[in-house]
């Protein structure tokens, strides 16, 4: 039975020329689970808005939407509020109440559920998503995976047909994320129930849908088994950009040569691999560059910070140092404490106890804005915070101010940033009329037109397609060409290990096992890339993709040589 049937709908913005979305055709089966991926800005979050009538956004629709073959227009606002659930990127947006008992009963509330069965069906969801042991807690103490597992939770007690998600893990640290898919998975699988997910990541969601849809510039370009994705990449363009996003089991693969159904878990990608090379291959160690570590940039020296007198310590007794030209990425739980770390090194946070050095001088030395002109510069966690003006290109152009640039100098750093981001087409749009990942490249810009010696990034690649990750991979990597130390906060375990000069895992309030990405890597099972879980039976060391298949055909170069001697 069709839960969803979508048809010719195209839709624009107001004040808009070019539709976000040109003739979507698409029906859903219930209990399906569709996964909707594409580049940032391709109209995934439009879509998935339009299918939850009370998010459906202002601007001129073509087309009809159908649920239960009824127009999604004329349904009743209870069947709308409850049937169609939507768990939203960020986890604080969608949390209401203060404590979670309250959260989980406030949808039930609202609809004129009587207590009694209120209470019940409160305690049954609580049960099954293990939120009984924090029932009682205020929703302003929970862990980011936590507040996402109550949104998610509060949305599933009212029993809905169906479950959008718009990218729900991108905020979320890789063990966190791995439990709420497993909990989707539980749900589809458990309870028949229809979802509809938004996501850019790929790796482990690939292998639990029925069917995958692409979206490129609005339009649908491929509906398709999740083991065909590929195939249907390849045939549109043999180096299409989205095929950065697929599994890294689909990846080895393709590039391979393999034949037949493509792998898409490790386990599946570990026996292809196994096929191929029978037995472990002894290879040369990888020779990573070890930088000049004399003076350092940043230096903190028994540093300890807490919010309040009477909180408990965030940062405790941290030694770290930094040099110059290298990035370090930065590893941890959500709320561990790496984004105060980061405050604490650019200044926005002063610790009670140690020393914070930036660049030889001790930060509490540099008067007024004189850190941040042309020596430190920092990407927050929100990009929303740092845009002040009505287009993209007027915010940029404030930079001027800061700079004290001609106009002439000005306008040629825009267009510099706007072509090496790939952000050309929407500088005269609305910093809020972009999507997620949009606005992460355009904040980032913006932080990059201050042309800073040290640069804080607090996980830049939130939000951002596969195709714009490598763009900013080199990008960095261009900016530590030049000099540049850069400081990353992330949860994107791949990016860490692609861009990564040191790693160091963040947990019980102190930054440990600061390491090379390959010595980080390879000795973790759960910090670590799915590449390293999926070669280690057979290759030491190998922690991307890229590396897997370089030592692959050396190994089938060594066993070749050994069967012809």
């Known amino acids: 039975m069709e839960i969803f049937k979508i048809e010719n709908v195209s839709f624009i913005y107001p004040e808009q020329h070019e539709p976000v979305l040109k003739s979507i055709d698409l029906s859903i089966h219930e209990g399906e689970f569709i996964v909707i991926f594409g580049e940032s800005g391709s109209g995934k979050t439009t879509l998935l808005n339009m299918l939850k009538r009370e998010l459906t956004p202002h601007g001129e629709k073509i087309g009809s939407i159908y649920y239960k073959e009824k127009n999604i227009e004329e349904l009743d606002d209870r069947t709308a509020a409850s049937e169609i659930g939507y768990v939203m990127q960020n986890p604080e947006n969608q949390i209401i109440t203060d404590k979670v008992w309250h959260e989980l009963a406030f949808g039930l509330e609202n609809l004129g559920i009587p207590t009694e069965v209120i209470r019940r069906q409160v305690g049954e969801i609580a049960n099954y998503f293990g939120i009984h042991t924090w029932f009682q807690k205020k929703t302003t103490d929970l862990s980011g995976g936590q507040k996402q597992l109550l949104n998610l939770a509060s949305i599933m007690v009212m029993q809905p047909n169906v479950l959008l998600l718009d990218e729900p893990t991108s905020q979320l640290d890789p063990i966190a994320a791995t439990n709420f898919i497993h909990t989707l998975e539980k749900l589809n699988r458990d309870l028949g129930l229809t979802i509809i997910l938004v996501e850019h990541r790929l790796e482990e969601v690939l292998s639990l849908a029925d069917r995958v849809v692409l979206l490129e510039k609005g339009k649908m370009l491929c509906v398709t088994h999740p083991r065909k994705v590929g195939e249907c990449l390849k045939e549109l363009d043999e180096q299409h950009p989205m095929l950065a996003a697929l599994p890294t089991a689909t990846k080895v693969f393709h590039s391979l040569n393999g034949k037949g159904d493509s792998p898409l878990t490790v386990r599946e990608g570990k026996r292809f691999l196994s096929e191929l090379i029978s037995h472990k291959v002894a290879l040369a160690v990888k020779k990573e560059v070890v930088l000049n570590q004399t003076n350092p ?200 290990a692609h861009v990564s000069d040191r790693v160091g895992l963040f947990f019980d309030r102190n930054l440990l096992s600061i390491d090379t990405p390959t010595a980080f890597f390879s000795a973790n099972n759960y910090y670590t890339t799915v590449a390293s879980r999926m070669s280690r039976h057979i290759f030491d060391n190998t922690i991307t993709v890229d590396e897997i298949i370089q030592v692959c055909q050396s190994a089938r170069e060594i066993v070749h040589e050994k069967a012809m001697d």
């Open 297 to 496: 940039v940043i230096e903190l020296k028994n540093t300890w910070f807490r919010y309040e007198r009477d909180l408990p310590d965030v940062l405790a007794g941290v030694d770290v140092k930094i040099y110059q030209g290298e990035i370090v990425t930065i590893l941890g739980g959500n709320g561990s404490g790496k984004t105060t770390l980061l405050q604490v090194l650019s200044g926005q946070n002063r610790p009670y106890r140690g020393k914070v050095w930036i660049s030889g001088k001790k930060i509490q030395q540099y008067k007024g804005k004189e850190l941040y002109r042309h020596h430190l510069a920092v990407l927050p966690q929100d990009p929303r915070t740092v845009f002040i003006k009505d287009t993209v290109r007027e915010d940029y152009k404030e930079i001027s101010k800061v700079l004290q640039y001609s106009e002439e100098r000005m306008e040629q750093l825009i267009e510099e940033i706007a072509r090496d981001l790939a952000i050309t087409k929407i500088l005269h749009k609305h910093p809020y009329d972009i999507s997620g990942g949009e606005q992460q490249k355009v904040a980032l810009g913006k932080i990059l037109l201050l042309q800073p010696k040290i640069l804080l990034l607090d996980e830049p690649t939130k939000g951002i397609d596969a195709f714009s990750k490598k763009m900013l991979l080199q990008i960095l990597k261009d900016l530590k060409d030049k000099g540049l130390t850069i400081i990353i906060v992330t949860h994107d375990i791949e990016f860490a």
